[in-house]
């Protein structure tokens, strides 16, 4: 197996394994009484998120893989987990809120509002560019930060509301 072809594995192999754990959490947050935000436009994040990742099986395969680009997305999947910790079984791919809850403030989230999204920001860019695709990192980074408008503007106003009822 060559080098591009483990790294596109481990990433499938990872984003399948935090799909498994985001409906999990779900199910046990809305169990909890939490309630869901943005339902509208997760079926967009999932497919853009899923041709992002399909693309690079596409076109990344057989591509040399650029050892420093490797150790700047080795280290947000370091930021990645450090996100996912912190939040532990408050981590989930959709807008969940617990009405009554207070905000997640250590960890990561002391230094930044929405950390998660500022790793995926990143990784969208910089994995393609592990594979030297400068365009297809910048194409879907633009088509990624026009989800984002919407979800952080729906996030923020959940949490907002969710804070409010405490």
Do not use: C
Request: glycine share 6%; hydrophobic share 55%; proline share 5%.
């Amino acid at each position: 197996m060559t080098l591009s072809l483990a790294i596109l594995a481990f990433v499938t192999l990872q984003r399948l394994g935090e799909l498994a754990l985001a409906q999990r959490n779900t199910r046990r947050l809305l169990a909890r009484g939490g309630v869901e935000s943005g339902a509208s436009h997760y079926p967009l994040i999932v497919g853009l998120h899923a041709a992002w990742l399909v693309g690079l099986w596409w076109l990344a395969w057989d591509r040399p893989a650029s050892l420093a680009w490797l150790a700047a997305f080795a280290v947000l999947q370091a930021l990645r987990v450090w996100v996912i910790a912190t939040l532990g079984e408050r981590w989930t791919t959709r807008i969940i809120t617990l009405p009554g809850e207070s905000l997640v403030a250590k960890g990561p989230f002391r230094l930044l509002p929405h950390p998660n999204y500022a790793v995926v920001v990143a990784e969208i860019a910089v994995l393609p560019l592990v594979f030297g695709l400068p365009a297809y990192a910048a194409a879907f980074s633009a088509l990624n930060a026009t989800v984002l408008w919407v979800r952080i503007r729906t996030e923020d106003a959940a949490l907002r509301e969710a804070s409010a009822s405490r």
